[in-house]
Structures are given as structure tokens and as C-alpha cells.
């Protein structure tokens, strides 16, 4: 049987704000606060349960990878989760990071658009929707069978280290 593999997305789940332009001052990711709780519930992922077997997979355009880099390195998000900085891919369009998922072997992965996990279904086999954008309410539809929807960091550990662990 093949080991777990975790996939997370960036933006909206590590990123807590996620800009889709830049605002008047010409700033992007750079002051953006972390989820809360996203950096201590990675790190209990990488100890507990995926080790080395953890991704971040996200769609932004080329010019915003080296923010998105420079947001994690500035706030050692590499150290403090324990993720390889080597394990990062970027896509340009939302649809890709299913098969971006296939060919890494991720087992679970975590989002915060519906968009994104819906193609997935039958590629990943546990699909976590974090609710954490405000562009949605927070309700997974019924008809999105295979999607655990999750409002906090907390319910990923719980439901992938156990309850005991949140």
C-alpha cells in the first residue's frame, strides 16, 4: 500500500488573505497574515502522520511565485512546519492541480474553493474544503459527496491524527 501524501493549497489556506489583484499600492501577498492556526497544524501533519510526503500546490500567475516564495521564507514557514522548500508546485489555472495531484501520489489535500476539490473527485481520495473565504458561505453542497468540509486547521488534525490531537 502506498504511503499518505498531503497536498495543501496556498492561498486562503496557509495565506490568509488572498489578493486576486493587487490593490492600489501595488502590494500583493507580501503583508498578508497566515491562516490561523495553518503553520502548528502542518507541523503537527509533517510529525504525526505525512512526513516528508507533504505538498503545497497552488494556481497563481508566474509573476506572484516569487511573493508567494518570498511570504514563506520570511515567515520560516519551511522550518516551522518541517515541508522541503523543494516540495512546491505552481499552476496556472485552477483545473491543473488535479493533475498535478495524480502525478504526485497525494492521498488527501486541503482548499478552500469547492471549484478546485470537484475535479479532484476520483484523483484524491480525501478531499478537505477549509472554509475560510468569504466569497463563500461555507456550505458544502450535498451533491459534493467525498468533500469534508472543515471550518479551522483544528478539524484537518483531528480528522487525520485523531480526535485526540486536535
Excluded at 496556472?92 to 470537484?118: M, N, S
Excluded at 461555507?138 to 490531537?165: D, F, K
Amino acid at each position: 500500500m502506498a504511503p499518505d501524501v498531503l497536498g495543501v493549497d496556498i492561498g486562503g489556506v496557509i495565506i490568509d488573505r488572498v489578493r486576486e489583484e493587487r490593490d492600489a499600492t501595488g502590494r500583493g501577498y507580501g503583508d498578508a497574515p497566515p491562516v490561523e492556526g495553518a503553520f502548528a497544524a502542518i507541523a503537527r501533519l509533517v510529525a504525526g502522520r505525512f512526513h516528508d510526503r507533504v505538498w503545497l500546490v497552488s494556481r497563481c500567475e508566474a509573476a506572484d511565485e516569487p511573493e508567494i516564495r518570498a511570504w514563506l521564507g520570511a515567515r520560516d514557514f519551511f522550518r516551522t512546519t518541517g515541508v522541503a522548500p523543494g516540495r512546491v508546485r505552481f499552476c496556472r489555472e485552477r483545473h491543473e492541480k488535479a493533475p498535478i495531484c495524480r502525478a504526485l501520489g497525494i492521498t488527501h489535500f486541503v482548499d478552500d474553493r469547492l471549484e478546485v476539490l470537484g475535479p479532484m473527485l476520483g484523483i484524491v481520495p480525501h478531499l478537505y474544503h477549509l472554509r475560510s473565504r468569504a466569497a463563500e458561505d461555507g456550505r458544502v453542497p450535498a451533491i459534493v459527496r467525498g468533500v469534508t468540509s472543515v471550518a479551522a486547521w483544528g478539524e484537518i488534525v483531528s480528522a487525520l491524527l485523531g480526535p485526540e490531537a486536535a
